[in-house]
């Protein structure tokens, strides 16, 4: 916390606006570059929030036309998980594929290849998802999903936003600092002449 106060503390010192008679106006420029940098990084979080806000109205939808166009059926494995053919990465975390059977919701049959634990058997069954048309589906979208999706969201506008600005704002300072040196490589020759006084003939 100290650490941060003195990091302030010389911020304010180095960049306040006052009639130091020792401030280029390099040194103003800059001091007006960060504080428009700043502001402008405060002005993004709205963008943010608005980004956010549209994904999560995206989300809520899918949540809301999800439940009715998907359903919870009851499958049966027809082979072992490893002796599937289409098996991805056995062991994995991702799990295996392996045929399956179960009955859409309007009693008619269906076999089809589902993903499945790596060690499940044949014979055994499984809680798994179906389309309007019966095929197997992915999960419905989660409450969850929608509020990370939305944060994620709103945090990657606003990140973006404030690395582009301070990535010009370095640049900024690139370009006045090399002013600065060659103002002060002027300086120092001018001194070191004076030192030296007028050549003798």
């Not at 006052?18 to 402008?40: G, K, Q, Y």
Request: proline share 4%; charged share 25%; aromatic share 8%.
């Amino acid at each position: 916390m100290r650490a941060f106060v003195r990091w302030t503390t010389r911020c304010v010192r180095r960049y306040r606006f006052d009639r130091n008679p020792l401030r280029r106006r390099s040194d103003r420029i800059e001091a007006v570059a960060l504080l428009a940098t700043l502001l402008a990084v405060l002005v993004s979080v709205w963008p943010a929030v608005l980004a956010g806000q549209a994904v999560y109205r995206h989300g809520a939808a899918m949540e809301r036309s999800d439940p009715g166009a998907r359903h919870s059926v009851t499958a049966v494995l027809l082979e072992d998980a490893a002796g599937g053919g289409t098996a991805a990465a056995q062991g994995t975390i991702l799990g295996v594929q392996a045929k399956a059977r179960w009955h859409t919701p309007d009693g008619r049959e269906r076999i089809g290849v589902v993903s499945v634990p790596a060690d499940a058997r044949a014979g055994s069954s499984l809680k798994m998802w179906v389309d309007s048309t019966g095929r197997a589906a992915s999960a419905p979208r989660t409450h969850a999903q929608t509020v990370a999706d939305s944060t994620v969201a709103a945090f990657g506008v606003f990140a973006g936003t404030a690395a582009v600005l301070f990535l010009n704002l370095a640049a900024v300072r690139w370009m006045l600092n090399r002013r600065r040196y060659a103002e002060w490589e002027q300086e120092w020759t001018s001194i070191r002449d004076r030192w030296r006084g007028p050549r003798r003939p």
